[in-house]
């Protein structure tokens, strides 16, 4: 059971690419599939983390893995949508959110290779599970917008509106903010490091 949580993340890595196949699809089916895997995706996010600490399984490998696994996840996600919505999903968005944790994956690399470890810090989960909520409520649109009468209707107008460019916008935000965050903690470090050396 010690390696449960572990599994479910490289789980979740294993199917990233076949949810990101079916949203490109365009179809229904193909797309409605896609929500399901990414919702499952988003709750085996939350449990691995709570089996960890229930099995007190925590271990560098699930440090490095459960970020990296959320990273690709979300990351082709946005690709996908700025493909599929590119009005309301703007490529430097994703340029932002995506160079924002080429950043963090770098500075925990670095930490790393000096034996030292780069926790996941609170604001930075807080981002992720912001991060799932838009991603699943954008998927939710894309399928809606596809089935007749009033939901198609309704799904379309939210979709072309103003709410998904606000919410991605205050999203944005806070990526940014977390990887500020991430640099000045580590830039802090590096200094303590030195001084007592």
């Known amino acids: 059971m010690r390696h449960l949580p572990n599994a479910l993340t490289i789980a979740r890595i294993v199917l990233t690419p076949v949810l990101l196949v079916l949203l490109l699809s365009g179809t229904f089916t193909g797309q409605l599939a896609a929500l399901g895997l990414f919702v499952a995706a988003a709750i085996s996010d939350y449990l691995d983390g709570k089996l960890a600490r229930s099995f007190r399984a925590r271990s560098r490998l699930g440090q490095f893995l459960d970020p990296f696994a959320d990273k690709v996840l979300v990351l082709g996600t946005f690709v996908c949508l700025a493909i599929l919505l590119p009005h309301q999903i703007p490529w430097w968005a994703v340029g932002i959110i995506a160079g924002r944790d080429l950043l963090v994956t770098a500075l925990?690399?670095?930490?790393?290779?000096?034996?030292?470890?780069?926790?996941?810090?609170?604001?930075?989960?807080?981002?992720?599970?912001?991060?799932?909520?838009?991603?699943?409520?954008?998927?939710?649109?894309?399928?809606?917008?596809?089935?007749?009468?009033t939901p198609g209707m309704y799904a379309l107008q939210l979709l072309e509106g103003p709410v998904p460019r606000l919410f991605l916008l205050g999203l944005v935000a806070l990526t940014v903010l977390t990887g500020f965050w991430y640099v000045q903690g580590m830039w802090r470090r590096t200094i303590l490091y030195h001084h007592d050396a």
């Open 108 to 149: 925990r690399t670095w930490a790393e290779a000096r034996g030292q470890s780069l926790r996941t810090l609170p604001l930075a989960k807080t981002k992720t599970t912001v991060q799932l909520v838009f991603l699943i409520g954008m998927l939710l649109l894309l399928v809606l917008r596809q089935m007749p009468g």
